[in-house]
């Protein structure tokens, strides 16, 4: 059974993402301030912080086997850098089809500057809100 303060933690840990949450629904205009406290105790007693995400891909072999793996996902109200860090497993919402989720490493947050192997590239530093994520499957060759 777990501990008062593993609970505990749980539970503010699910009302900071519920409020999140809410937050970013209001300021986008999905729901109104009338709605806001609604929201935030609908998700803390019925949201759901962890979930079970099936991959399928060879993309992060040997980490994920290439025949499929099932992985327990946290969700985060924001990628905050205190709680995401360099070499973390992430689930991404997929660039090209945002109905499903792609998993990847994270290599690199904002502020990191990034070096490529050809010279005939520039190095460049990461902006605010953005991060860079690879493959584990070094075998794969990278999409253009």
């Known amino acids: 059974m777990a501990s008062l303060s593993t609970w505990l933690r ?11 949450l809410s937050s970013k629904n209001y300021q986008i205009g999905q729901i109104t301030d009338k709605q806001v406290n609604e929201n935030v105790w609908k998700n803390v007693f019925q949201g759901k912080l962890t979930y079970v995400h099936f ?7 040997p980490t994920v086997s290439g025949q499929g793996g099932s992985l327990l996902v946290r969700r985060l109200p924001t990628a905050d850098p ?23 490493r994270l290599a690199a947050v904002e502020g990191d500057e990034m070096v490529s192997t ?27």
């Not at 749980?10 to 999140?20: G, R």
């Not at 860090?85 to 990847?104: E, H, S, T, Y």
């Open 10 to 20: 749980y539970i503010v840990h699910k009302i900071e993402y519920s409020i999140s």
């Open 55 to 61: 991959n399928k891909g060879e993309e992060m072999a």
């Open 82 to 104: 205190k709680k995401v860090f360099v070499g973390d497993v992430v689930a991404l919402k997929d660039p090209q089809n945002p109905d499903n989720c792609i998993v990847r």
């Open 118 to 144: 050809d010279e005939k590239d520039e190095p460049f530093v990461l902006e605010n809100d953005q991060c860079w994520v690879v493959s584990d499957n070094e075998s794969l060759s990278p999409k253009q």
